[in-house]
């Protein structure tokens, strides 16, 4: 599955957050329909600001671990459907 990598800035307000975190999927699901997938799993990782934590939960994403260079680290995940 194709992956992207994305950053928000640990500074940034809860609006900012929210609008970033609204452009961010919708700029993913483009190329997914390009694609022709039917899902997205969107995941973020090493979250470090509480206010996108509560707004990650807030939006439905669940709270797991992955690995990151061996390492075990918070990450919240969500899979969205490709309409």
Do not use: H, W
């Not at 990598?5 to 997914?32: F, H, M, Q, Y």
């Not at 973020?44 to 709270?63: P, R, Y």
């Not at 797991?64 to 061996?70: A, M």
């Amino acid at each position: 599955m194709p992956e992207l990598l994305a950053c928000l800035n640990k500074e940034a307000t809860a609006s900012r957050l929210g609008s970033a975190s609204r452009a961010l999927i919708d700029s993913i699901v483009a190329p997914a329909k390009q694609l022709e997938l039917s899902k997205i799993e969107v995941q973020a990782i090493a979250v470090s600001n509480s206010k996108l934590e509560k707004l990650l939960i807030k939006q439905g994403f669940q709270k797991t671990t992955v690995v990151v260079e061996g390492e075990k680290v918070a990450a919240y995940a969500k899979t969205f459907i490709v309409q």
